[in-house]
């Protein structure tokens, strides 16, 4: 018989959700493809977009990219959110939850793990793929001080969106319903913004919702920086609707939380 | 504390469904209840408002005096939990398995590390200790996930079917760790479909069907009221029968019966089995085939349900 040993210490919610997230990136490990699979979304629709339709809507792909690559980038990692989903959905369909909801650990640190595992992710594709944009000519007037602006901006904004799709997750019955919820929330929410098109270029009744549409004001953030300017009221848009929705969703994500596991 | 798992007419309903209808159990310290039914009798459910995974509609359950629903935290502090579902992370490797859980408990890192190590050496699995718990055998699942259960020592240990679908060997080698863990003063509650099992390891069974608890005691007052242990056996001539059963009953008094071409004798356990055969053998009996014979949980529930409230009172503890 071994000795059993015990301890007597606790460690806070934070400390917590570092572990979740090191176990959320832990399987990288024994499935290293993954590290490919994070990139692949935004990736294509950077290439994709920018090679064979950006010619036709600015003359050349390289005005294009010029002008959207940034935010196709930040577009392609936006849609990349539903991971969030996904992983929750799958922590609990495997019975993963039912035990660490068992054990005196914090709601917010489970969820909490996985939403800080899924920004890594998100910061390991926004390197690669802002660097592939880079060796295809991309180049900001705002030098490296703007572009580390636009990176923190967008990395701000997928934190505070993947608490919706933690919500989705948790509430969804299947993981194609969540799939559907990339395709019939976060498209049509891309589409209307200022992501890849001018407000101008869009019919009448959808230009006063592409003017109030977070994307917009996190693709206009971006640009103001990544053109070197000083930043003003789009920022503060971008930044009130990060706060919006993380108070939103950060409530009703630790509730459904509760609904799903203990009721 | 009079019970460390001690439950009172709980009610839990999905829907139509009642899946607990006035449950009451009670375990007493370092004790293993065993809680015996089949499919949908409410086992799980059970397992789930024990655990503070469930809420119940009405009733009330306790883990060490504590209310499962108004103490949870406290509940959780000082029980442990294997789900039917192996809780356990297929993309880590079983030592990170069990380095997460001693990390969420509030160990560092070099004590959930040696925690990790004990454990994997204690239940067989240093073997595979660092390849991805997805790739283990059911039975390396089964013992992952009770080591994991385990890792702060649990005072309340909950099992929900802990060796369905495991093979004889490992469920003997699973046997053999609830029983370890009891010797150390843990209360168990396990739930299973086998009467074979809740006999091994329980000090009291409860025969649980439609969320209601039909049955309880201990497992021989249980045997007994089933009928226990049978031994079949069939003489080589069939004109033997009378004869056979005659050297049967008056070696035990126990009342043998002719089903077909057997003659069935109820025994207390193995022991009077040896003794009747050995009346059989003496006469100079020959016999065809003889077998000792577990009563299966239908032919439980077959006798508990098919009796009505007089069996079920001769069975109360």
């Not at chain 2, 005691?217 to 242990?229: E, N, W």
């Not at chain 2, 004869?243 to 019966?257: F, I, K, Q, Y």
């Amino acid at each position: 018989m071994t000795t059993t040993t015990t301890w007597t210490t606790t460690r806070g919610p934070l400390a917590q959700a570092a572990s979740m997230t090191a176990r959320s990136l832990a399987s990288i490990r024994h499935q290293p493809a993954q590290l490919v699979d994070y990139l692949m979304i935004p990736m294509m629709i950077l290439l994709s977009i920018t090679f064979f339709m950006g010619g036709q809507m600015m003359g050349s792909w390289q005005a294009f990219l010029d002008y959207a690559g940034p935010t196709l980038i930040a577009m392609g990692l936006f849609f990349a959110i539903v991971s969030t989903g996904l992983g929750l959905f799958a922590d609990i369909k495997t019975g993963v939850f039912d035990r660490l909801t068992a054990m005196p650990v914090s709601r917010f640190a489970l969820l909490a793990g996985r939403v800080a595992a899924d920004m890594i992710k998100h910061l390991w594709a926004l390197l690669i793929v802002g660097g592939v944009a880079f060796a295809i000519g991309y180049r900001a007037d705002g030098g490296v001080l703007g572009v580390a602006g636009a990176a923190a901006a967008v990395l701000l904004f997928l934190f505070a969106s993947s608490w919706s799709m933690a919500l989705v997750g948790l509430t969804a019955k299947s993981e194609e319903q969540i799939q559907t919820w990339m395709v019939s929330l976060l498209m049509p929410l891309a589409y209307t913004s200022t992501m890849f098109v001018e407000i101008e270029t869009l019919p009448e009744p959808v230009q006063w919702w592409a003017r109030v549409n977070p994307l917009t004001a996190l693709a206009d953030t971006m640009r103001v920086l990544l053109a070197g300017e000083t930043p003003g009221g789009e920022a503060l848009a971008l930044l009130g609707w990060c706060a919006a929705i993380l108070a939103v969703f950060v409530p009703l994500s630790l509730r459904a939380y509760r609904r799903k596991l203990t009721s | 504390m009079k019970y460390a798992i001690e439950v009172r007419g709980l009610v839990k309903s999905f829907g139509e469904v009642r899946a607990l209808d006035g449950a009451d159990l009670g375990a007493a310290p370092g004790t293993v209840l065993g809680l015996l039914g089949p499919n949908g009798a409410g086992k799980t459910t059970a397992v789930r408002v024990l655990s503070t995974l469930s809420v119940p509609d009405a009733g009330t359950a306790r883990v060490l005096g504590l209310d499962v629903v108004r103490d949870a935290a406290k509940v959780r502090e000082r029980l442990g939990l294997t789900g039917q579902y192996a809780g356990i992370d297929t993309g880590l490797s079983g030592a990170q398995n069990l380095v997460l859980i001693a990390r969420l408990l509030g160990a560092s890192r070099s004590q959930a590390k040696t925690r990790a190590h004990e454990l994997i050496e204690r239940f067989d699995l240093a073997h595979a200790a660092d390849r991805a718990a997805g790739g283990y055998s059911g039975g390396m699942r089964r013992r992952l996930d009770l080591a994991a259960s385990i890792v702060r020592r649990p005072d309340v240990l909950v099992l929900d079917e802990p060796t369905t679908g495991l093979d004889p060997n490992s469920r003997t080698g699973l046997w053999e760790v609830v029983r370890e863990l009891v010797a150390e003063g843990t209360t168990v509650l396990l739930t299973t479909q086998y009467l074979e099992e809740a006999d091994q390891l329980a000090d009291s069974i409860a025969v649980i069907d439609s969320g209601r608890v039909i049955a309880s005691g201990t497992p021989s007052q249980l045997k007994q009221a089933v009928g226990g242990l049978v031994l079949r056996m069939r003489p080589a001539v069939p004109e033997a029968l009378g004869r056979l059963a005659e050297l049967a009953n008056w070696s035990v008094g126990a009342a043998p019966r002719i089903e077909g071409d057997e003659v069935a004798v109820p025994v207390a356990h193995p022991g009077e089995a040896t003794a009747v055969m050995a009346r059989v053998v003496q006469a100079g009996t020959d016999l065809a085939a003889f077998g000792l014979h577990e009563p299966t949980l239908d032919e439980v529930f077959l006798t508990l349900t098919g009796h009505g409230a007089e069996q079920k009172e001769e069975v109360a503890a």
